[in-house]
């Protein structure tokens, strides 16, 4: 759970002959995690494909492409084989697709063209003139564009290389017919306009009118949109009938390059082979029975190692491997034995020589745990020698969102779109992420009843708590409304309090991942922000100096606070008083903490004693919990009284209006002038009209409250679980682990 799953690095040690048998039989168990050879042994190099890898290879592309060009998706599709002849079938697939896509790509090119030359007679059909009426002149120049006709008729009255002109409008576009001087040369209107806004348009070549030239263009366009369709109904139906086919192609050929490059990361002699990686230490024995069925004693397989976990030792070494130095395969009669008598990998000082990587990550968390694994990897995976952070955010996390939502209405959509996520995508993905938003759900209705909230109202609350079970102390308010105000602020300090255990969580761990160097390491590296942290928030919350702290820091757990269970602060524990000559200054017992603390910091690490005030810095971050608790019941109290309305009674205690069956009217007659009518509301104030007006909002309002709890409530718990808590213990960056191999979906053995 905290640790991910125990890997062993395996060794095996064959013949050239028995490998395409060992590779296929690897291939099949999907286990191995294939280490690379780092050509460190004398006489072995990186092996070659086996023969036909390019043949497949280029094969693999041509599927890919097909697919590509016809848009399949890895859809359901029932397992099958492929026929003897499918490359026969593959060619004729490839040319009649190649010819559509080849027609495809003419018709939408001669389509692009005919557009275009619709978008540039638009501007002419305007103007109403035919379209050989504007060019073919020799004694005066015709220019058509768009631009301000004030200052096109300015310019060219203003030009002295023109003696006459004539514009024509229709719309934003001018026409302009001028007659240029004797001794002008050609383009007198261009030279004219040069200081004028003016775009010009280009006089298609043709004798009819605009409109029968566009008539005729849009015929065309209809044409070839015609025959596109066409194009991509043939398309459609070579997609419909060889989709299956193409894709079982496809995996048998991926199949074929993975087993066919494999030889790329073994170590190769001229007669022998040896492969190294990481499996699973509980599949070892499944890994030595398949190999030992399919090639018998003809390959000697062995476990070189298995990966413990040491933070800061990446790895340790738990089995005893045979020790020495591999010889040239190819010396000698060594070579002439190689096919009889397998070598075998050799170590040295218990670890593989040939490969020294390290062992990938697989993560081994419980069920309910697993969707929040993509939350870890979104930052990184966990490396194999640290612990993994998933069970902690599991615990946090929903605890997290459900406080600052914490309505049972949102709640039970959360959990709804969560079970859509989770059953009807194949992505892993966005699966995983429907099991966070089911939990996150489930907190928020568990908070959600102890508020007594549904979608911002209190109604949950005096059912359940005051009728049914006759609680007083339920539901806790949020603190919106005025008489309950001091619960704002009583949020504020259980968020801080959350803070500071989850801090000490995450410090924690860390200490334990420092033991692995001493207790003394863990102590100062570890020990001192722990002391600090708690030295710190224990003065922050004693009566030492009260005076000069915020009330509510004593007030919010008093008798008669917000959340009465009798705490008005720890006491001062005072330990001497130190002169400072202008004064004196009490040194209590927990700023004794955090001084040990600071000191034991400044001994290991000086240079973070810039960092020191991060245990209280860190911790008020934790502040914005209950912000978003606020702003987000504000956000569904605003939506609800826009609807409903409210009113304050004489207490100072607000209700809505039409919760339970009450209306304007009841609040005038009962409390007359003493109670305060807020708002109407608009299911009170319009009929019929403000009744729907009223409902669109109140669903609209609260469909926004919905979302936008994902992208305050999610991404600030997010945040916290990354930033403050994260950098205490975690660092990331773990090798995934990619046995060789590939799980059928389309193709059968």
Avoid: C
Avoid at 158 to 166: C, G, K, N, V, W
Avoid at 217 to 245: H, M, P, W, Y
Avoid at 251 to 280: C, D, M, N, Y
Avoid at 351 to 364: C, L, R
């Amino acid at each position: 759970m905290l640790r991910p799953e125990q890997m062993s690095k395996v060794s095996v040690t064959g013949s050239k002959g028995i490998m395409p048998t060992v590779i296929e039989t690897i291939h099949g168990l999907n286990l191995v995690h294939l280490s690379d050879y780092d050509g460190s042994w004398e006489g072995f190099d990186n092996g070659n494909p086996i023969e036909g890898a390019d043949d497949a290879s280029e094969k693999l592309v041509t599927v890919r492409a097909l697919e590509s060009t016809l848009g399949l998706s890895d859809a359901d599709v029932a397992p099958g084989t492929i026929e003897d002849d499918w490359e026969e079938r593959l060619e004729e697939i490839r040319t009649r697709v190649n010819d559509l896509d080849d027609r495809r790509t003419e018709v939408r090119e001669q389509l692009r063209r005919v557009k275009e030359r619709i978008d540039r007679v638009a501007p002419f059909a305007e103007l109403g003139i035919d379209l050989d009426l504007l060019s073919g002149y020799d004694s005066v120049e015709v220019l058509v564009g768009e631009g301000p006709q004030e200052a096109i008729e300015g310019a060219l009255d203003a030009s002295d290389d023109i003696r006459a002109f004539e514009t024509f409008t229709g719309g934003d576009v001018v026409a302009i017919v001028a007659a240029p001087t004797d001794d002008a040369e050609p383009g007198v209107i261009d030279d004219a306009l040069v200081g004028v806004e003016f775009a010009r348009h280009e006089v298609p070549d043709t004798e009819k009118s605009p409109e029968a030239y566009v008539d005729e263009l849009e015929s065309r366009r209809a044409d070839l949109e015609s025959k596109l369709e066409d194009v991509d109904a043939d398309l459609e139906q070579i997609r419909g009938t060889e989709g299956s086919f193409l894709l079982r192609v496809e995996e048998e050929l991926t199949i074929e390059v993975q087993r066919a490059e494999a030889p790329l990361q073994f170590a190769t002699s001229k007669h022998a082979f040896i492969a190294e990686g990481w499996i699973p230490t509980d599949e070892y024995d499944t890994l030595v029975a398949a190999l030992n069925d399919a090639v018998g004693d003809s390959i000697e397989i062995e476990e070189l190692e298995r990966a413990d976990y040491d933070r800061h030792g990446a790895h340790t070494h738990t089995e005893d491997v045979q020790k020495g130095a591999p010889a040239a395969a190819d010396d000698d009669e060594s070579a002439a034995e190689a096919d009889d008598e397998p070598q075998k990998a050799v170590t040295d000082g218990g670890s593989a020589v040939t490969m020294g990587d390290e062992p990938p990550t697989v993560q081994d968390n419980p069920g309910p745990a697993k969707p929040f694994e993509v939350l870890v990897q979104a930052v990184n995976r966990p490396k194999y020698s640290e612990l993994d952070p998933t069970i902690f955010l599991f615990l946090t996390f929903p605890a997290f969102f459900g406080f600052m939502i914490g309505d049972v209405g949102y709640g039970i959509l959360y959990v709804a779109i969560g079970a859509y996520m989770a059953t009807q995508f194949d992505s892993k993905g966005i699966t995983s992420l429907g099991g966070v938003a089911i939990w996150a759900g489930i907190f928020t209705i568990l908070f959600g009843i102890v508020y007594g909230e549904i979608f911002g109202l209190h109604v949950l609350g005096e059912v359940i708590w005051h009728d049914t079970l006759n609680v007083e102390l339920l539901p806790l308010n949020k603190g919106l409304e005025p008489a309950a105000a001091d619960f704002a602020l009583g949020w504020m300090v259980i968020s801080v309090l959350a803070g500071i255990v989850h801090l000490n969580i995450g410090y924690i761990v860390d200490f334990y991942e420092n033991l692995s160097h001493g207790v003394k390491d863990a102590l100062l590296h570890s020990g001192s922000w722990i002391l600090m942290l708690n030295g710190i928030w224990i003065w922050i919350f004693s009566t030492h100096g009260e005076g000069s702290k915020p009330d509510f820091l004593f007030t919010t757990f008093a008798s008669d606070g917000p959340f009465p269970i009798g705490f008005a602060g720890f006491p001062e524990w005072g330990l001497v008083t130190i002169p400072l000559g202008f004064t004196e200054f009490l040194l209590t017992a927990p700023l004794l903490v955090f001084l040990v603390g600071l000191a034991m910091l400044a001994i290991s690490e000086p240079v973070e004693i810039v960092e020191s005030l991060d245990v209280v810095v860190n911790v008020f971050s934790y502040t914005r919990m209950g912000a978003v608790l606020l702003a987000k019941a504000g956000m569904a109290f605003v939506v609800n009284l826009l609807f409903f309305g409210g009113y304050e009674d004489p207490d100072g205690a607000f209700h809505f209006l039409g919760s339970a069956g009450h209306e304007p009217a009841y609040v005038a007659e009962h409390y007359g002038g003493e109670a305060t009518l807020i708002f109407d509301g608009l299911m009170h104030m319009g009929g019929i009209a403000g009744l729907l007006g009223g409902l669109v909002i109140l669903v609209l309002g609260h469909v926004v409250v919905l979302v936008l709890g994902v992208t305050s409530a999610g991404l600030q718990g997010v945040r916290l679980e990354y930033v403050e808590f994260f950098n205490k213990f975690y660092e990331g960056g773990g090798a995934n682990y990619e046995p060789f191999g590939h799980d059928r979906n389309h193709s059968a053995e």
